[in-house]
């Protein structure tokens, strides 16, 4: 018996019929299947499990595009058990498996048919005042970006307490090797292989031509500090949540001592999946 936590995306307009296909696998194919206790729109015929008490899932399926799969990662964390992604997004870029494949997906599951890939984190802190006010970690990129006033914001940054450069931009994106593909790969950073431990910063519109992405060891720890703005700027963490930073702030970033892990059926390579969602060499 296969024990698998389901993380839903509430607003996927058809997850009632996704539900009784669940609900087969449920009845026949020799699995459990739990519902946690915040995705209560669920049916009553899933277990409601809490996530502080669900250490015996084996797997996490997680239904949604590429920002419930960052939603999903605390669940993961908790519960010490490797997430694998079913698109119903429109990218996907970080799900393993889609809707058509779902059968055949937990029959390979059950069958031990799969790698687990470990992926890295950062640890993103906040100090104002040398006093620590919000710690968290992000899978994908910690931005920092100027306010609601559109005007550019004055940021220093070091590297092991050595001084790399000050820039004026709209912001800065730190990223993993997952999140390269992100927010970083739009801003004109590099893509880098997610089986890297390193972390990218790349300014945005920096009013400097010079200025430029850097890519920096997992083992080194930086600090970016706001000397300048006209108005409070904001840190975003993974997209989903946000805190205010005023002049003075630094943000510190490094490596986390825990990995993410995800689910990999196919023999799909990262190249493969860059070319069929990214187009990548196409003319």
Sequence with gaps: MK??????????ESKEMIFDLLKQ?????GVKLYRFKKQDFMPDYFSSVDIEDARH???????????????????????????LGINLGK????SESNLSELKRSIRDLCAGKFKVQSRML?????????????????LNDAVIYRGEVSRLIDIKYSCNHRFVMETRCDGIVIATPTGS?????SAGGPIISPLMEAIVVTPLNPHVLTVRPIVFSRKD???????????????HLDGKNSHNLEKGDVVIIKSADIKVDFIKLSNKTFFSILRKKFHLGRI
């Design 3 to 12: 024990n698998f936590g389901i993380f839903f995306n509430p607003q996927i």
């Design 25 to 29: 696998f449920h009845d026949y194919e």
């Design 57 to 83: 899932l084996d797997y996490i399926l997680v239904f949604g595009g590429d920002g419930t799969i960052l939603r999903a990662i605390d669940y993961s964390l908790k519960c010490k058990a490797p997430i």
């Design 91 to 94: 990218l996907g870029f970080l």
């Design 122 to 138: 950062l640890k993103v802190s906040i100090k104002r005042n040398n006093e620590l006010i919000y710690s968290s970690l992000v």
């Design 181 to 185: 593909t992100a927010y970083n790969l």
């Design 221 to 235: 720890k930086l600090r970016f500090t706001i000397t300048q703005t006209e108005n409070s700027s904001i840190l």
